[in-house]
């Protein structure tokens, strides 16, 4: 890769179909502790960030050295850039940048009360003559751009999402008890949303390079 390429996020999207022919015989016995819908979808994710990134590096899929545990981000060694991952009910995505980044994926015909979900999570749009203003698809993108971001700060969910502040111009996402301050992105990507958060204003644009599915 030249210099140009090196600094733009390298994303990957695959429909959930049920791969696991890619797997570390520690990820295999990893798997085996996991309840069966669990087991599943950490194999595919395995399967797929090796998949992924041996493009990436040119390098055997099984040979690729990431940390990847249930329930944790995924990781590689210093010097090989970052990743990150998400996964809806039929799709997942990575990301590889040279910087620290998170990703975050979601449907855009995803079903719930998203007025509630505004009022319980976000402080900022929880007042009653805002509301009424408020899209579905609008909280969408938030809740999107929101996760990327606790994915990007390895956070947890349950315990970070109502620090997370969202503005819409400039596209930035600030942590106020942490004082940590992000830029994100959002790609439609025909049913789905993408959001991508990072710290340093240098991956606009960033495009899907890889894709398993035939539109």
């Known amino acids: 890769m030249n210099e140009y390429e090196y600094k733009i996020p390298k994303i990957w999207f695959y429909e959930i179909k049920g791969v696991q022919d890619v797997a570390t015989l520690e990820e295999i016995k990893t798997a085996k502790k996991l309840t069966n819908s669990r087991s599943k979808i950490f194999l595919e994710t395995r399967a797929y960030l090796r998949q992924s990134l041996s493009t990436l590096f040119d390098l055997d899929p099984l040979e690729i050295p990431i940390n990847a545990y ?67 698809n609008m909280i969408l993108n938030q809740w999107c751009a929101v996760e990327a971001a606790i994915k990007w700060d390895h956070g ?28 994100y992105s959002k790609i439609n990507f025909h049913n789905w949303t993408i959001a991508l958060a990072y710290e340093e204003n240098t991956s606009s644009n960033p495009e899907i390079i890889c894709c398993s599915k035939n539109f």
């Open 156 to 183: 947890k969910l349950a315990k970070d999402i109502n620090h997370w502040q969202f503005f819409e111009n400039p596209k930035e996402l600030i942590h106020k008890k942490k004082n940590i301050r992000l830029h």
């Open 70 to 136: 249930p329930g944790e981000p995924p990781s590689l060694p210093s010097g090989m850039g970052n990743i990150s991952l998400s996964h809806c009910k039929d799709a997942i995505t990575i990301v590889w940048h040279e910087s620290k980044i998170g990703i975050d994926i979601e449907r855009t015909d995803r079903d719930f009360n998203h007025k509630k979900f505004a009022e319980k999570y976000f402080f900022h749009t929880n007042k009653s003559n805002h509301n009424n203003y408020l899209t579905k």
